[in-house]
């Protein structure tokens, strides 16, 4: 699988679920042609929010942690960083 980030300035981490879920639901619904035959595509998403005591690799390895939860718990799903 391939890893992407989205940047959501000005958004929390409610509604950047909202939005990202609206996505992997969207997504999911897509059939996709290839030289191999036609196939679906799941995505699985880690949200957090960028705090003012992080730096870049506080807040991406909270996002990856997340990442990490939603495919163990069956990935196509959204899985909020806790807040610590």
Avoid: W
């Amino acid at each position: 699988g391939e890893e992407f980030v989205f940047l959501l300035p000005e958004t929390d981490c409610d509604s950047a679920l909202i939005a990202l879920d609206k996505i992997r639901e969207h997504i999911k619904t897509l059939s996709f042609n290839s030289d191999q035959g036609t196939f679906g595509v799941a995505m699985s998403f880690g949200i957090t929010s960028y705090r003012e005591s992080d730096n870049l690799n506080m807040a991406f390895a909270r996002a990856d942690q997340a990442l990490y939860a939603a495919k163990q718990k069956g990935r196509d799903q959204c899985v909020l960083a806790p807040i610590k």
